[in-house]
């Protein structure tokens, strides 16, 4: 599944919407909780190529 679009919730939860129109809400703490700081949340985007 391609992800076409993320809607910002609260700290590391995502709504993930995909290509398919399935929306997923996710928590993504362990995944980029070591990586990305709460205040750098807001400067998130999907790259296009």
Known sequence: ??????EHCNVY???????NGE???ADLADLIG???SLEAL???RIDRP
């Open 1 to 6: 599944m391609k992800l076409k679009h993320f």
């Open 42 to 44: 807001n400067t998130a």
């Open 34 to 36: 070591h990586h990305v």
């Open 13 to 19: 939860r995502f709504l993930l919407t995909f290509e």
């Open 23 to 25: 929306v997923k809400e």
